[in-house]
C-alpha cells in the first residue's frame, strides 16, 4: 500500500520561504518518479516541479524556476520542495505524488496526462500574502 503525506505549509508573506516536505510509505520508493503538483480552487491541478529516481534530473514548471528547488532523500523515503520568493500567485494545496512510470517515459510530464498512475497525498496549504 502507497502512502504519501505532505506537511510544511502555512501562511507567508509575499518574499518568504517555504519548505515542503513528503513523507512516503512505500515498495520501492527510490525507483520511483517523484512529483509536486498544486491547485487553487478555481484553476485544475497543475504541475510544478518533478525529480527522478536517484534525483539527478528535476523538471520545474516556467512560473517557478529560480526559485523552487525539488529534492529527495531515498534513504529516509522523503521529497522536499523548497520555496524562496513566494509570491501571491504560488497560494495553492500542495500535493505530492509518486509514479512508478520513469518521467523518461512519461507522455508528459508537466501536465496530469503524465501522472494517470500516480499515487497522491491529501495535499498541504500554502498561502502567500501580499
Known amino acids: 500500500q502507497v502512502q504519501l503525506k505532505e506537511s510544511g505549509g502555512g501562511l507567508v508573506e509575499a518574499g518568504g520561504s517555504l519548505t515542503l516536505s513528503c513523507a512516503v510509505s512505500?515498495?520501492?520508493?527510490?525507483?520511483?518518479?517523484m512529483g509536486w503538483f498544486r491547485q487553487d480552487p478555481e484553476k485544475e491541478r497543475e504541475f510544478v516541479a518533478a525529480i527522478n529516481w536517484n534525483g539527478e534530473t528535476t523538471y520545474y514548471t516556467d512560473s517557478v524556476k529560480g526559485r523552487f528547488t525539488i529534492s529527495r532523500d531515498n534513504a529516509k523515503n522523503t521529497v522536499s520542495l523548497q520555496m524562496n520568493t513566494l509570491k501571491p500567485e504560488d497560494t495553492a494545496v500542495y500535493y505530492c505524488?509518486?509514479?512508478?512510470?520513469?518521467?523518461?517515459?512519461?507522455?508528459?510530464?508537466?501536465?496530469?496526462?503524465?501522472?494517470?498512475?500516480?499515487?497522491w497525498g491529501l495535499g498541504t496549504q500554502v498561502t502567500v500574502s501580499s
Open positions: 505524488a509518486l509514479d512508478y512510470t520513469p518521467l523518461v517515459r512519461m507522455l508528459d510530464i508537466f501536465s496530469l496526462r503524465g501522472w494517470v498512475r500516480a499515487y
Open positions: 512505500a515498495h520501492s520508493f527510490s525507483s520511483a518518479a
